[in-house]
């Protein structure tokens, strides 16, 4: 494994460092002034729009998507880097690119299992920029982690699918923009295989029957940036057999495929957020005194931008290595470095900036500072896409399994 980026990485790092640098991080504050003076709360201020375009303009754009077809051709170890210094401003940047959840799984899925209809009228306008999208699987009555256990359904009745069933967590659903739900439900509840009783299907969002009923709060915090998480109710909501993606009974293989290139695009912004905390810690830790000395000489600082930066090498090093091998082995071949990273990425960012909340006293639990909502962020992830014991347990299970 060669660990330098090539010159296609090198070139578009230098592009999306200056990007963040000129446009996004400046825009931090102006986006925050703006949303306060908006109709409502989920509209989306001018100058994420105003990102959106100079990103386009730029070449910066769908960089997430490795078929050259639809996106920028990049593998993931490309890719990887990059998602990174997004992590900095993660409610901007993503979003500035095109490369912002459940967006970007939305799009792959489409991409990689939708029909030329599909595409046409969904994954289009979405590479464009021009509409968002939600993915709703989560549900409030059981236990998601384990996707067999959804009960939402989906019954066949002649050239139309009948959606009944409540969702909650359903990112992207409070945006006005957001016009296409991809929904997971059960086509085959009483199925003796319980991996091919799920299948997905497309839901406008303006289908009756479709209620999004509230916005779901996350540690407070209502992410009007991600579009919100809502709780939404599927009534009776009739499509068309035609919204159907894949094959029936495919729901549960489709959803695998679009978590594990989630999951990694998470972890690759994580590192971004780790070091944005070691720079705000390192700025923090010089214009301080306490107790006679600057904070930068307080052994205990020391200790914790130290260990801060030991554990982004680490964390680093095994993201570009799990991305390295969803190239050439593929994402199965990867599975135990993916699950690998979606523990250890999010359990140590979360650590990182906690200590970086304290060096900041009242300051790092305030809005004037991103500490608070970079650590609740980065403390969900510890959940989204697979909670840490789901995949420790797997994990666990593929190394046993040599000695059973």
Not at 111 to 124: D, H, P, R, S, V
Not at 127 to 155: C, K, Q, W, Y
Not at 182 to 190: A, C, F, S
Request: hydrophobic share 40%; net charge negative.
């Amino acid at each position: 494994m060669d660990f330098a980026f090539d010159a296609r990485t090198e070139e578009l790092r230098a592009r999306l460092l200056a990007f963040m640098d000129e446009h996004v991080l400046p825009a931090e504050r102006t986006a925050h002034e703006q949303r306060a003076g908006l109709a409502s709360p989920w509209d989306t201020p001018a100058v994420v729009e105003e990102l959106k375009a100079e990103a386009r303009r730029q070449g910066l754009w769908n960089l997430f998507l490795p078929d050259e077809e639809y996106g920028a051709g990049l593998t993931n170890l490309q890719y990887a880097p990059l998602a990174e210094i997004t992590g900095r401003s993660p409610q901007l940047a993503p979003t500035a690119l095109n490369c912002a959840a459940p967006d970007t799984g939305n799009m792959e899925v489409l991409a990689q299992f939708g029909n030329e209809a599909q595409k046409k009228q969904w994954l289009e306008p979405l590479l464009a920029g021009e509409i968002r999208s939600a993915f709703a699987m989560t549900e409030p009555d059981v236990a998601s982690s384990d996707a067999t256990n959804i009960t939402t359904h989906i019954a066949r009745d002649g050239d139309d699918y009948v959606i009944n069933g409540r969702k909650w967590y359903i990112s992207g659903a409070m945006n006005p923009l957001c016009q296409i739900f991809i929904v997971m439900g059960k086509t085959d509840p009483d199925g003796a295989d319980l991996r091919r009783q799920q299948s997905m299907v497309l839901v406008p969002r303006d289908t009756p029957g479709l209620e999004v009923k509230r916005a779901m709060q996350v540690y407070g915090y209502e992410d009007h940036y991600h579009g919100g998480h809502a709780e939404v109710v599927f009534h009776d909501v009739r499509v068309p057999a035609g919204n159907l993606i894949g094959e029936e009974g495919g729901g549960f293989g489709i959803a695998q495929a679009r978590l594990g290139p989630g999951r990694i695009h998470h972890c690759m912004r994580l590192i971004g957020m780790a070091e944005r905390a070691i720079e705000l810690m390192c700025q923090r830790a010089v214009s301080r005194t306490a107790f006679g000395k600057p904070l930068a000489q307080q052994g205990v600082v020391q200790e914790w931008i130290a260990d801060a930066r030991v554990a982004v090498e680490q964390l680093r090093l095994l993201v570009l290595k799990t991305a390295w091998l969803m190239d050439t082995v593929g994402n199965k071949g990867a599975h135990t470095e993916i699950q690998a990273i979606k523990i250890a990425t999010p359990r140590t960012v979360v650590d990182i900036l906690d200590k970086a909340v304290q060096l900041y006293g009242a300051g790092g639990v305030s809005q004037d500072f991103p500490l608070a909502e970079l650590w609740a962020a980065a403390r969900t992830l510890r959940l989204a896409d697979g909670p840490d014991e789901v995949h420790q347990r797997s994990l666990a299970r593929r190394e046993l399994k040599r000695y059973l």
